[in-house]
């Protein structure tokens, strides 16, 4: 808290001694957070990122395990994977406007296409290393395949999913910042157009803000759904 404090100090000492009218100060951009509509700007965006990345980190998962459980398909599909991953998600955002339209549907789209990397990997790499032998005892004692891999990949699926978000919010950003009429990133646009430059500071605080909620409330869920992990870890190292 200390170390923000002096942060925001400096940030409000430069914007009154500047006069670039660029960098104004950061009481400025504060009293332009009521400007801030949360119907209009910061649920859309809230929205688009959270469904995109429920549906890459769903679609990552289940693509992921299949994946790396059908060990005899990922040589095939394995190149493919690797290109299409290599593409930067921001290069198929024209292709999805004119496929899509400029829709919330097509940004949900683009979302989930980029936050889906991460997870389908991890999901590949961690099915592919569990150790048959426990796949030999699963099936002698009658037990699903599943009840063995899932506690198996579950904490690099996590570990994944913690990638995808950032993803997915940078992804929201992006694709709110062509042809879109609300969110934070045609927010931030607009103001940057119209010289509206501490309301532009005002949308990067919210959204910084929202990256922090968003990563505060991963990071619960996180602890709660890999306590047993944790827990497991602490003995192994004891």
Known sequence: MLVAALLLLVWEVAGRTGDTGLFPPVSDAIAELASIDPWTDVLPSAGRALAGFAIGVTLGALLGVTIGW???????????????????????LPVAVLALGATSGMRITVIAAAAMWPVL???????????????DV????????VSVILPAVLPAL????????????????????????????????????TYAIAQMYAGIIVLGLLGWLV????????????????????????
């Open 138 to 145: 699963a099936r002698i004692s009658h037990a699903r395949p």
């Open 158 to 193: 996590i570990a994944g999913a913690r990638i995808a978000l950032g993803i997915a919010l940078i992804m929201m950003v992006i694709s709110e910042m062509t042809a879109a009429t609300s969110g934070l990133g045609y927010l931030i646009l607009q103001a940057q157009r």
């Open 215 to 238: 990563t505060a409330v991963f990071s619960l869920v996180e602890r709660h759904v890999l306590s047993w992990y944790e827990d497991q870890k602490g003995i192994a190292g004891g």
């Open 121 to 135: 990997i991890a999901g590949v790499d961690a099915t592919r290393a569990v150790e048959p032998g426990y796949l």
């Open 70 to 92: 059908l060990r005899g398909l990922e040589p095939w599909v394995r190149p493919a994977l690797e290109f299409l991953r290599a593409v930067p998600p921001p290069a198929v």
